[in-house]
Each structure stands twice: as structure tokens, then as C-alpha cells.
């Protein structure tokens, strides 16, 4: 029940957020608050910004987002890898557990135990 609640706030909160993708100016002091908000929307607990864009990329240059408006919504890049964060380390985690589990059925097929 309280995870239902929880999980229901925040895609609510997620909507208003998306909305500032529109061209509205924001106020300058609400700015910090929404990046705050919108890091635990989109789940960001492990802060991939400083550690996982070494890992795929090798190259320094200045990589910013397209504009201020997706600057400041948490896109501060063009590469989908930055943008995503610990979603990329969710999915490669599920798709490896998936693979694992397709792997084990055919393993179990092949050797009778």
C-alpha cells in the first residue's frame, strides 16, 4: 500500500516535471529544488554522472545538453548513456538476469538431471 502511494507521487510529480519542458522560465532559486526532485525521479542513487562516462567514452570534449531548457531538466548531454545514469546500470543488470534465466532453461533442456 505505502509502495503503491510512494511509487503513485512520484509519477505524478514526474508529469509536472516533464512539464517544465516547455519554454516557461523558472525562477532561479527553484531551480536547485527541481534538479533535486528530478534526480530522485528518475532514480539516479548511484550518481553515474562521475564514474560511468569514463567507462564508455574517451574523448574530454565539452559535451553539453541541446539547450538551457534540457540543461536545466537533467539532460545535460547528448549522449543517451549520461542522460539515463543508473537506468543504463538497471537495464544492463535486468537484461543480463533475463539472458541468465534463457540460458539456465536451455542448459535444462539439453543436460537431464
Sequence with gaps: MALTFLWTMLNDLSFLIILSLISVPVPGIIVPIQEAILSFIYIDIFQTDGWLPPIFFTDNDDDSGLNNI???NSFRS???IKNLGSTTLFIALYSSLFFTLI???ILKCLIPW
Excluded: G, N
Design 70 to 72: 534540457f540543461d536545466i
Design 78 to 80: 547528448t549522449r543517451a
Design 103 to 105: 540460458l539456465a532453461k
